[in-house]
Structure formats: structure tokens, C-alpha cells
């Protein structure tokens, strides 16, 4: 899932449209449509991650753990017995094992396959390493990547 169609999911579970959203936090009008193909700064993604209590890695689909645990919590009975949460908790638990067990994959190499901008930065900077547990498309590992390009550049790093 993109970067915009993460924002879209959570302003729609907030009964919100991406206009709204860009007023709420005080962005120009047609900003976060514009993220498909361009790479945001980290002080607008901040200023959504915070409107939506969300974490930056869970906007750059870094996090697929707390996809999971959302998705659970969302469908959880308030009226449901000590033996259900049991049920519920152990099943969290098993996905985090599952989770915490996979090897990290580099997107690194994925992105500059598929885009010119990151295979260019790549070259340059041939230690760059972009670590996470899951796999993904090669559109979200561009995506990703990009985004963490523009954190690394604004940070000197």
C-alpha cells in the first residue's frame, strides 16, 4: 500500500477526506495527493503521523506489526469474555514471533532496480542500507526508500 493510500485509509476511518486532513494540519490544498509522485518532507508527514497518532514507519509501511494489531483491536467485542481476549492476545503474540523471526531484506537494491533517483543516490552513497522485516511491492520499496533519502539528506546524515 502507498504512502497516499495509507493516509486515505486512516482519514476515512476518521470520517474524513484528504481536504479536510490538509486543513486540519495546516497543509496547501492537493499537497498529500501530490506524495504519489513526489517524496514529502518530514515535517509535513510528521504533522499527518501526529494528527493520526501514528508512527512515520507505520505511514511508510514499515510496520506491518501494527497493521495487525489495529486490525485485531478494531474487531475486538467490548463485551468479550476473559477466554476470547486470551484467544485474541495469543494470536497477537504468534504474529509478533512470526514477526520478529523473518530476516531483514534491503530495499535498497529493489528501489534502484526500479528508479533512476534512487539508483543515482545509491551510487554515491554505496554503504546506504534501508532495512525492514517484511517484504513489499517494488513501487512501496521506491516509495519507501525515497522517503528515508529525504530524512537522510535533511539530517546530514
Given at each position: 500500500m502507498s504512502l497516499v493510500?495509507?493516509?486515505?485509509?486512516?482519514?476515512?476511518?476518521?470520517?474524513?477526506?484528504?481536504?479536510?486532513?490538509?486543513?486540519?494540519?495546516?497543509?496547501?490544498?492537493?499537497?498529500?495527493r501530490r506524495w504519489d509522485a513526489s517524496v514529502p518532507s518530514i515535517t509535513n508527514l510528521q504533522k499527518v503521523a501526529t494528527f493520526f497518532n501514528v508512527s512515520l514507519d507505520y505511514l511508510a509501511g514499515r510496520n506491518?506489526?501494527?497493521?495487525?494489531?489495529?486490525?485485531?483491536?478494531?474487531?475486538?467485542?467490548?463485551?468479550?469474555?476473559?477466554?476470547?481476549?486470551?484467544?485474541?492476545?495469543?494470536?497477537?503474540?504468534?504474529?509478533?514471533?512470526?514477526y520478529t523471526q523473518q530476516a531483514p531484506v534491503d530495499l535498497v537494491p529493489v528501489a534502484?532496480?526500479?528508479?533512476?533517483?534512487?539508483?543515482?543516490?545509491?551510487?554515491?552513497?554505496?554503504d546506504f542500507k534501508y532495512l525492514v522485516n517484511e517484504t513489499m511491492s517494488a513501487d512501496e520499496a521506491v516509495s519507501a526508500v525515497k522517503a528515508f533519502i529525504e530524512i537522510y539528506k535533511q539530517n546530514n546524515l
Open positions: 493510500s495509507r493516509i486515505k485509509e486512516l482519514a476515512k476511518t476518521q470520517k474524513i477526506t484528504i481536504a479536510e486532513l490538509e486543513r486540519k494540519v495546516d497543509l496547501p490544498n492537493g499537497t498529500i506491518r506489526n501494527s497493521d495487525v494489531i489495529e486490525a485485531i483491536a478494531a474487531h475486538i467485542n467490548p463485551d468479550a469474555t476473559a477466554e476470547e481476549l486470551a484467544e485474541i492476545l495469543a494470536y497477537i503474540e504468534e504474529r509478533r514471533k512470526f534502484a532496480e526500479h528508479d533512476e533517483v534512487v539508483a543515482a543516490f545509491v551510487a554515491e552513497n554505496p
